[in-house]
Every structure is written in C-alpha cells, then in structure tokens.
C-alpha cells in the first residue's frame, strides 16, 4: 500500500521521528557502528527499542545492515546508505536550533554541539 503524506515534511518526519533516530544517525555518520557501540554511546536506549530504531531506518533505506563471520555470533554493522547520508545537512540544522532556543531559555543546556554531525556533511 502507497505511503501518503500531506506535505514533505510530514514525509521527512516520517523517517526521522522519536527521540532516537537522530542520535543514531549522528552517531553512524562518523563511522560504521555495532549495535554494542550503539548502545554505549546511547546507555539509556533499551535493546528492544534499539532494534526497533534500526530496522525501521533500515526499511526506509537510510541505513545498511551488514552481517559478517562464518558462524555465530556473527558481526553485524550499521551504516549509513547515500540517502541516510544526506540527511546531514538537516540534522545540523536541526541542532543549530536546538542550541540556538538552548542558549535563550534559562533552565536548558546542550552539552554537546553540532560538531558530531561535520563528519556526515563531509561524506556527502
């Protein structure tokens, strides 16, 4: 059945919603990662929701799922497609906002910049 939205964004959204596909695209825009990296840089993700996150971008072509070894455990990686890729000019976007509204609200701080999305920009 055809996906059917009201306008781009809605279609954009679709595909990067929640509050941990963009973290995860961060993080595979620096490198190739293992769901036990993933995990790491991500500590309060659940497993289960972790790989919800991942199948669903999967699904939508924005990341590849690579699986590797001759028996168990195998090694599986994740990374990003060209499409995933170029969602980075957006994500920075996104995370100027945020730092942006952070430094005019009082109570808010981010404690990381944008700078961990440069690597996605540069592979474009």
Not at 24 to 42: A, I, Y
Not at 46 to 53: A, D, E, G, H, P
Not at 70 to 78: C, D, I, L, Q, S
Not at 80 to 91: C, H, K
């Amino acid at each position: 059945m055809k996906q059917s939205y009201n306008n781009g964004v809605e279609a954009t959204l679709g595909v990067i919603s929640g509050k941990w596909k963009p973290q995860l695209l961060c993080h595979l825009g620096n490198r190739p990662q293992r769901t036990c990296d993933l995990r790491q840089k991500l500590p309060t993700i659940s497993q289960k929701v972790l790989t919800q996150q991942l199948r669903e971008l999967e699904r939508d072509g924005i990341i590849n799922r690579r699986i590797s070894g001759e028996r168990a455990p195998f090694k599986v990686t994740y990374e990003l497609t060209e499409l995933g890729r170029s969602l980075g000019r957006i994500l920075v976007q996104m995370s100027i906002w945020g730092e942006q509204r952070a430094s005019q609200v009082p109570d808010m701080e981010i404690t990381h910049d944008h700078g961990g999305f440069s690597h996605i920009l540069t592979t474009n």
